[in-house]
């Protein structure tokens, strides 16, 4: 299943002259509200059953991929999670999850554990580029990690924490070499990152080749000791991808045999509020913001 990579289709309505369907152009591409990180107004699409089927002919089933890419808060995320099954286990055209995504964007520490909780298989994944989750955090999120935006630590702390998440969910991935033949350490020193991460990761490496020793042959020397490794690890990603996708599948067949079925038994009241799968209990959570600041005049500041 092929994740949104590329601008959104314009809606087939969109070119209508009925005002109906000229208010509908006239509002901005959900995915245009994610890239604005304008997440008051995503909780309250995301808050109906109309907004959700609307994001899911604008983006398909990759909402959850796309806002990875924007420090999306971490209740944004469980709730995408749970509201469109299946994404959390889909991989983008480059053979990423949204793990991979939130660790190279810079999404904050609970978002990214949040992900490894939930589909820990991701973790060890490595994408088109062999990349795995930990090599991108270790290549671009010091460079795209906004704490403001985040709401969090700031970026050392943030990263260590992300680091120590993704060696601890894939402890192998720390000497596992991509396309380029680099590893997360030498894109973490190539960063130019905090020396307690890189020393964290240095551990993380000498202790997996220590295993492995252990574990080898007598006389096993590194090279074969690294040749294994990468042919683990290259077995690993395929039958995870498999494993994934077949998940993925499943669960997308399902939220759509719900959906038809209920539309089916509803046809009297297509404006009808009522959530499939989704508890009173989950609208109220999503649209439950915290108070904004407010300037000396009393109106509410943009986050």
Not at 33 to 41: G, S, V
Not at 66 to 84: G, N
Not at 98 to 116: E, M, N, T, Y
Request: hydrophobic share 35%.
């Amino acid at each position: 299943v092929e994740a949104y990579t590329t601008q959104p289709k314009q809606h087939s309505h969109a070119m209508s002259s009925n005002s109906n369907s000229n208010a509908s152009a006239s509002r901005p591409p959900h995915s245009s509200l994610m890239a604005k990180q304008d997440w008051d107004a995503v909780r309250r699409v995301l808050a109906s059953k109309r907004g959700r089927g609307e994001i899911r002919q604008e983006m398909r089933s990759c909402a959850l991929h796309f806002s990875c890419r924007f420090h999306p808060p971490l209740d944004v995320i469980e709730f995408m999670a749970k509201a469109f099954p299946g994404s959390l286990e889909q991989l983008d055209k480059s053979g990423r999850s949204a793990l991979h995504i939130a660790a190279r964007d810079g999404a904050s520490p609970k978002v990214i554990q949040f992900l490894i909780e939930q589909q820990p298989d991701t973790a060890h994944l490595q994408d088109a580029e062999g990349k795995t989750p930990l090599h991108h955090a270790c290549e671009s999120y010091a460079a795209n990690y906004k704490p403001k935006k985040s709401g969090e630590k700031n970026l050392k702390l943030a990263l260590l924490a992300v680091v120590k998440s993704l060696c601890k969910a894939s402890p192998e991935s720390v000497n596992v070499e991509d396309v380029e033949d680099m590893t997360a350490l030498e894109y973490a020193i190539e960063a130019d990152v905090d020396y307690k991460i890189v020393r964290t990761m240095q551990k993380a490496c000498e202790k997996d080749w220590r295993q492995r020793r252990e574990q080898a042959q007598p006389g096993t020397n590194h090279g074969r000791l690294k040749q294994l490794l990468m042919e683990e690890s290259m077995e690993k990603t395929e039958k995870t991808t498999d494993i994934l996708l077949e998940k993925s599948l499943a669960a997308l067949n399902e939220s759509m045999t719900s959906l038809m079925s209920e539309s089916m038994s509803n046809l009297k009241s297509l404006d009808g509020e009522k959530v499939p799968q989704l508890t009173k209990g989950d609208q109220r959570l999503l649209l439950a913001t915290k108070p904004r600041k407010r300037n000396s005049s009393g109106r509410a500041l943009v986050a």
